[in-house]
Structure formats: C-alpha cells, structure tokens
C-alpha cells in the first residue's frame, strides 16, 4: 500500500495516505525525508523547504502560503499555512476548452415519462407545506392516508417540512415560493398535494398562479382553515393522486435525460483525490452520453473559479460566471462577513488547511467538460451538458436547490460521513475506505479504494452500473432510513 501521494510534479507537499510516525523516512522522487511529527492519513508533508511567505502547492497549483519557514518533513497545515485569497477580483477570459474523451453508448434506464416530456427516476407522492404552520397536519394526513390505504403504488409517501412561507420579506419570500415551486413541479413525483394554512405570505392562490403550467391531474390543493376536517379532506386528496398513479409505468429512456447534482461535504484530504475526481470522471461520461451535470457550493468554489470560467463555451457565459462568483462575495461582504473563512473544523481535521484547497478538490466534481450554462437559485435547467448552479455550500440548502433545478439526484461526495437525504436520492460517496466500513448505513459507494488497488477505469465503470441500477428504482440509504429533508437559502428580515 502507498504511504503518500504527490499529485503533481510541481508540488511542493505531499499527501499522507496513512498515519506516518515521527522518525519514519520516506522517499520521495528518489530523496530521502524523515518525518518531523506524527501525521495523520490525509494531511500534507512538506517535501522541500519552503520560505516564509513562500507558496505552498498541492494540484499544482497554489493552496496558500507559509507563514514561517516549513522544513522537508514538517506537517503543512494551519499552524503554518495561510490562504492568498481576498477580496474582489477581475477576471479575463482565457478560454481553454478540453476534449472529451468519452463515446456515447447509447445507454438507457428505466423512468417514468411525466406528460410534460419530463422524466423521472421515482414515483413517489408528496405532500408540500406552503408554509411551516401546517408540517403537523400533513404528517396526519399522511397517518390517515396508510391507515385507510391497502397496497399503496407509490415509491414513497412523504411530506418535505420547512418552517417558512411566512413573515418573509422580499427575496426571502420569492426563494421559498420558488424552491416549492420547483419541487411541486419536479419529475420524480407522481402526485403533490399543496397543503396550505389560509393566512400565510405564501398564500396559496398566489402559490398557484406563480407554478404556471403544471398537471392538474398530479397535483391537488388544500387550505386548511377553509374545511372543518383538514386531515380527512387531505387524505382524500392523497388518495385521488394516488389512483392516478396506479397507471404509472417504468419504461427505457436514454441517458441523455438524467440531471445529475454535484456536492460535497465533510471533505478531507483525500476528497480531491478519490471521490471528486471519481465523480468527476462520471460527470465527463454523463455528458459523453448528452446528459447534464450540475456544480453548485458557489463559496466552494472561490480559489479554484479560474479553472471553470477558463471553461465557459463563450464570453457570455463567462461573464455569467464571473457574475456567479461576485455577486456571493459580495453577498458575504454585506453581511461584513470573511469572505474566505473556510473551511469548518471538519474539513480542517480531514487535512484540509485553506480554501483554496478545498476548492481545487471541489471543483473536480465537474471534471474536464465545457460550462454549458450558469442559472441562478431557484432556476431550472435549460441546457443539457455542465452547468453552473448559485447555492451556498451549506449542504441541505444546496442539495434541495440542486433537485430544485432539476436534478432526479444528488452525487454527495465526503470524507467524514452524513445521514442526510435530500428530496431526492442523495447518493454518498466515501473518499476513504474507513469510513465507508465504519458507516455502512449512510455511505452507499466507497471511492477509497482509488489509494489502494482499484483502478479509476475499473472503478468507474461499477459507479456507472450503480447510477443506472440507482436510477432504475435501487434505494440508496437516506431512502431506505427515511431521511428526507429540504432546505431553502434565507437572506432577509423576517417578520
């Protein structure tokens, strides 16, 4: 087994990729180290002397610089290391497109095709709070529901709570009508009751008129304060949605349609080089087969956004990019917060020192492909290939904005392990194999094995049969453990 890695030749660190005692000597490009303390796996080892205000390289590129004088063996870490990054910056476009290697298969899993042209990979029937006031009742609604059901069709019966739609000013207001928008309209529900209070911001006539055109087969409306039995009259509601879903089949649809998320959380030192790059490589496939791929964690992205605007298919998207990253530094700024106060305590124990390490691990998410588009939050996806979506890195927040999007779900890369699940299925992807023997029942795939003896080649292909069997109906385990959860960005004064 490899003791460490050094990513790129240029690099003046390398990767722990186990614990290495003080006293240990390792060899490195045919020179001799001693190591000067004990590191832990995924942590950095300086490999030349680096000077006081010196650059530190990791990717081959810069991740900070030296706040003193680091010697050949020294842990590179934040005692020692210090983010370049502030402020505003100018951008110049210096496009530099690359090739995809991946040919098109012609593969296909099996979805359901909505009336709208859309597919989904689930069948489930939701229930969707206009506001938080009514989470209570939907849950009872749903208790009657299975007390009176026989066999119930549906995947999943579920209602996502959130405790707004209410007292919000301005965009607080128009984020929370949106996201629930998006998800009423999303492709992986057969049927969506909204349920409503009767006095709420998010009133639901107004509610109605903003979803535009939508079917009215698969989605009912219900205002509580309007009928004198509010979980009788739901589970009714429930229940003509779901006859209608009775009919709903599984059938062959191509690849080109799914929309996947890209995210990470609780990295480590080892996330820029297993899971990222392995998911990485899946987006490159993906959009190989005419599919879509979706990078958001915009904060995450601060360091490294070179890397993606470099890629935009032209200057207009470019300039939308540039545009995705200032716009949220200067969202940080009007809050007279940091802007480059990452990464949390987590990712720092993980080995990952400043942001813009994190960042260049993060932004291997999307491969190598062109950036086809960049949307705002709340906005679907209009163009099939990589896009760009607006989201903090916040994980349930820009989870649910990825499905939101479009997304039918969510790659979720980590290297310390959550139980989330976002609306739809939120697949976790260990970086290490420990964790993924330590918590069998959140993580679903272990890209570990990358350190080891696995292959990128051998290893993706399992990744891609797994998407397709995940697609074709296999729960992954924030299903199977019934975790379902959303989030929606909150950027105001409320009431």
């Known amino acids: 087994m490899k003791r460490f890695l050094k990513i790129s030749e240029n690099d003046n660190v390398v990767v722990a990729l186990s614990d290495i005692a003080k006293g240990e000597i390792i060899l490195v490009d045919d020179k001799e180290i001693t190591i000067n303390k004990d590191i832990k796996k995924g942590h950095k080892i300086a490999i030349h002397k680096i000077q006081e205000n010196n650059n530190v390289i990791k990717y081959g590129f810069t991740i900070g610089r030296a706040l003193k004088n680091i010697e050949p063996g020294d842990w590179v870490h934040t005692h020692n290391t210090k983010t370049n990054l502030s402020g505003l910056k100018e951008y110049t476009f210096n496009q530099n497109l690359n090739r995809n290697l991946f040919s098109n298969r012609n593969l296909t899993f099996n979805g359901y095709r909505r009336e709208d042209g859309k597919s989904g990979i689930r069948n489930e029937l939701w229930i969707i709070p206009t506001v938080g006031c009514v ?48 998800i009423v309209r999303h492709p992986n529900a057969g049927g969506v009751l909204v349920l409503g209070l009767g006095c709420e911001n998010n009133v639901l006539e107004d509610f109605k008129k903003s979803l535009g055109k939508f079917n009215e087969k698969r989605v009912r409306f219900l205002v509580a304060q309007k009928v004198q039995d509010e979980v009788e009259e739901g589970a009714k509601l429930l229940f003509e949605l779901h006859e209608n879903m009775k009919k709903d089949k599984r059938e062959p649809i191509s690849l080109s349609e799914l929309k996947i998320g890209l995210k990470c959380g609780g990295s480590d030192g080892l996330s820029g080089i297993t899971a990222n790059p392995l998911v990485g490589r899946f987006s490159d496939f993906l959009i190989a087969q005419g599919g879509t791929t979706v990078l958001t964690e915009v904060p995450e ?152 003896d696995s292959t990128m080649n051998d290893l993706l292909e399992k990744f891609i049969k797994y998407i397709i069997d995940i697609a074709n109906g296999q729960l992954v385990n924030n299903e199977k453990n019934n975790i379902r959860e959303i989030s929606i960005f909150k950027n105001g004064v409320t009431l």
């Not at 059901?149 to 999943?156: E, N």
């Not at 019966?157 to 128009?174: A, E, M, P, R, W």
């Open 135 to 182: 989470n209570g009742i939907g849950d009872k609604i749903i208790e009657r529901f299975k007390q009176k059901s026989g066999t119930i069709c549906a995947d999943s019966v579920n209602i996502f709570k959130h405790n707004y739609g209410c007292s919000q000013l301005g965009d607080d207001h128009t984020n929370t009508k949106t996201i629930l928008g998006d």
């Open 301 to 452: 992205m601060f360091g490294a956004e070179h890397l993606l605007m470099n890629r935009a298919r032209n200057e207009e998207i470019f300039d939308k990019s540039v545009s995705l990253i200032n716009d949220f530094k200067k969202y940080f700024i009007s809050y007279n917060q940091p802007i480059y106060d990452n990464p949390s305590p987590g990712n720092k124990a993980g080995g990952i020192t400043t942001l813009e390490e994190k960042s260049l691990g993060c932004v291997q998410k999307a491969g190598i492909e062109t950036v086809i588009d960049v949307i705002k939050y709340g906005e679907i996806l209009k163009n099939n290939g990589l896009n760009l979506l607006s989201a903090p890195g916040n994980d349930l927040v820009s989870s649910t904005a990825l499905g939101a999007s479009g997304c039918q779900l969510v790659l979720f890369t980590t290297g310390r392990g959550t139980p989330f699940g976002n609306f739809v299925p939120t697949i976790k992807i260990s970086t290490n194999t420990e964790l993924y023997k330590l918590k069998p029942n959140w993580i679903d795939f272990n890209a570990g094995g990358l350190v080891n």
